[in-house]
């Protein structure tokens, strides 16, 4: 079981992304395109272009955790742009 802690922040990239990006890429568009700081106490989550998978990118100040999730039979709901 992996348990957030309560007060972390979770942030949406809104676009879908290229699942074969990696943690590096990853970081990169959290510092780049959504202007944020990787390195701080938050969750950024990713989805492909069919939503039905999602990465998730966390700092926990000894490195970079990367977890993806796929749905077999279903997708994520993901909010529309503004």
Do not use: C
Not at 51 to 77: P, V
């Amino acid at each position: 079981m992996f348990r957030l802690a309560a007060d972390i922040r979770v942030y949406l990239h809104r676009e879908p992304i290229d699942f074969r990006a990696g943690m590096n890429s990853l970081v990169t568009l959290v510092e780049q395109a959504m202007q944020l700081d990787p390195f701080s106490r938050a969750v950024f989550a990713f989805h492909n272009r069919s939503r039905n998978r999602i990465k998730l990118l966390l700092y926990d100040r000894s490195g970079f955790w990367l977890m993806m999730k796929r749905l077999e039979a279903d997708h994520f709901i993901w909010p529309r742009q503004p």
